[in-house]
Nanobody, 115 residues
Framework: QVQLVESGGGLVQPGGSLRLSCAAS????????MGWYRQAPEKQRELVAI???????DYADSVKGRFTISGDFAKNTVNLQMSSLKPEDTAVYYC?????????WGKGTLVTISS
């Protein structure tokens, strides 16, 4: 059974940085894209950043210029480097790996931005 394990969440002051990591428990073949999503309290889950096998990356407007996604399609890992963090970035962050036939999600890691 495939499991995605996220790490790197925590409490950071506004303006700080965090790096989230996600790794699959087994090798997954033919990943189409990998991404990070987040869900803030009482809000719907939203896309934060996505990286496709073709090398295309895309970001939510709210994080452009502050977050960077890096995916390793051979190692089945995806990282999210977050900087200039804001209180509104507070959320549970989930990673996702999609093969087209299968869609895998992690259980989430909490990121809290507060002074």
């Amino acid at each position: 059974q495939v499991q995605l394990v996220e790490s790197g969440g925590g409490l950071v002051q506004p303006g700080g940085s965090l790096r989230l990591s996600c790794a699959a428990s087994v090798n997954i073949f033919s990943i189409n894209f990998m991404g990070w999503y987040r869900q803030a309290p009482e809000k719907q889950r939203e896309l934060v950043a996505i990286s496709s096998r073709g090398g295309v990356t895309d970001y939510a407007d709210s994080v452009k210029g502050r977050f960077t996604i890096s995916g390793d399609f051979a190692k089945n890992t995806v990282n999210l480097q977050m900087s200039s963090l804001k209180p509104e970035d507070t959320a549970v962050y989930y990673c996702r790996l999609n093969t087209g036939r299968e869609d895998y999600w992690g259980k989430g890691t909490l990121v809290t931005i507060s002074s």
